[in-house]
């Protein structure tokens, strides 16, 4: 047992026996089961817990993954409904970024571990697509999220009354709570504040969309909502708090959704028409960015900008480091620039690629879907996607935060396939109508040739 308190390679019997715990809730037959165990590995467990065999890495994540492909297997569920473009830039992003770290390392090793990161991502995505076979897999799925949601919040009030963080008795995380200006930022399991915070933050619109939609199960829904609240409010950064108003903002246009492509346009013209006028350009906006006391919003508008002024190192394959663009910019808080780096410009395009897909099939399910709770649930998956889209603009996801994100990303895409498919008992009562309809116009018609005939029979010839 190898111990570093940020990178540890540690297995700790409580993280363990929790890790076994999940491995049977994702072997059991019940889906909801599935996604609990799931949910419990990506907010209950630090990342650095990992098995480690000679030289392979096996994070409790990506052990979650391989017994949940595992468990599709055993019940012959590894297959997805309909295959879409999505699917497929997922395996290209997981191929491409793996391939490129080769050619710009030139170790096979630096390609391998960037191989092992990306799986514990594209895992998780494939994991919701062949999981989510059904609407009512998405309503477990959210309520298992819930209910992990309601019992983690506990731990972050104490760790913000505290500032002593409980989850460090496993390894991986710091005993004492990060300080900035005078506010405690509590982490929980999560590697930082911050993706602690947007983890949460992410999946918020779909529990207040459900909240609305679904009858049942209102106030599990509602405690779900001033859980993750109350977990972003303790993490202390601004990011996740912009995502929570962008999120429930985009949740509100939920009336106006049949403009969703002029809003679109309009958006892209304004932008592009700030950034030919501003000085510094469109992207300054972030430097007055300051929600949270100390936010850093200066030093994300300059990573932009020196990832703009450096195009020609990294378009093709990305580059090694981004020490030398300026003081701090090693610290890469852009998820767009982070997949440039490690992509190129293929890469970065591939990723977003997948976002704006995934976005415009919920958004477009939404705004042509007769069922008014099925709409708004998919204006929810929008809406959290939206959040994403913008926070990513100023932090990129490490940890569990990028699997818990690309979960989020295979579920709304398997939601948004399901809406388009009727509901089979409408469908069944649909067609018992037309039946009865047909039956009776033919027994009428039968009636009406009898006496006809009769009529022409009695007829004189």
């Known amino acids: 047992m190898v111990e570093n308190q940020y990178n540890v390679q540690r297995v700790d019997p409580i993280g363990l026996f929790v890790l076994l715990l999940t491995m049977l809730l994702i072997l059991s037959r019940k889906r909801a ?5 799931i949910a419990i590995v990506i907010a209950f467990l630090p990342g650095s817990q990992r ?33 879409a473009l999505p699917d497929t830039l997922v395996l290209v992003w997981v191929l491409w970024s793996s391939a490129t770290q080769f050619l710009v390392y030139g170790r096979i090793d630096a390609s391998i571990t960037r191989f092992g990161f990306a799986i514990d991502a594209a895992g998780m995505y494939f994991l919701a697509r062949f999981l989510v076979r059904s609407r009512q897999d998405v309503i477990d799925l959210f309520k298992m999220a819930s209910i992990v949601a309601i019992c983690s919040a506990p731990f972050f009030l104490i760790e913000s009354q505290t500032g002593r ?38 999946w918020l619109p779909s529990v207040v969309s459900m909240a609305v939609a679904l009858k049942r199960d209102r106030i599990l829904w509602i405690l779900g909502c001033t859980a993750i609240l109350i977990i972003v409010y303790a993490t202390a950064s601004s990011t996740p708090v912009m995502a929570v108003i962008l999120g429930i903002g985009t949740l509100m246009l939920y009336p106006g959704r049949k403009w969703l492509s002029v809003a679109v346009w309009c958006g892209l013209f304004a932008a592009a028409g700030l950034h030919l006028v501003m000085a510094k350009g469109v ?32 378009f093709l394959i990305g580059t090694k480091s981004t020490a030398h663009w300026g003081l701090g910019l090693s610290d890469v808080t852009n998820q767009f620039v982070l997949e440039a780096t490690k992509g190129g410009l293929i ?3 591939v990723f977003t690629a997948i976002l704006i897909l995934v976005m415009r099939a919920n958004g477009s399910a939404s705004i042509h879907s007769q069922d008014r709770a099925v709409s708004l649930i998919n204006w929810g998956f929008f809406a959290g996607l939206i959040a994403m889209t913008f926070s990513f603009i100023g932090v990129s996801l490490f940890g569990a935060a990028i699997s818990g994100y690309f979960l989020f990303q295979g579920t709304a895409m398997s939601y948004a396939q399901l809406s388009t498919v009727p509901d089979r008992r409408k469908v069944r009562a649909r067609g018992q109508v037309q039946r009865t309809g047909r039956d009776e116009a033919a027994l009428r018609g039968r009636r009406i040739k009898g006496i006809g005939g009769v009529r022409s029979a009695r007829r004189p010839t």
């Not at 005993?175 to 911050?194: A, D, K, M, T, W």
């Open 165 to 202: 963080n409980i989850f460090s008795q496993l390894g991986g995380v710091p005993e004492y709570s990060l300080v900035r200006n005078g506010r405690l930022r509590c982490q929980g399991p999560f590697s930082h504040p911050i993706m602690a915070g947007l983890f949460w933050a992410m």
């Open 283 to 314: 992207h300054h906006v972030l430097a007055r960015i300051n929600i949270v006391s100390g936010s850093t919003g200066w030093h994300r508008y300059y990573l932009m900008d020196e990832a703009i002024n450096h195009f020609g190192e990294w």
């Open 51 to 83: 098995i480690v065999i000679g030289s392979l890495d096996f994070p409790f994540i990506r052990i979650a993954v391989i017994v949940g492909f595992i468990r599709c297997v055993i019940y012959q569920e590894a297959k997805i409904r309909a295959w």
């Open 33 to 37: 089961y599935v996604y609990m165990g």
């Open 347 to 349: 890469g970065m395009v």
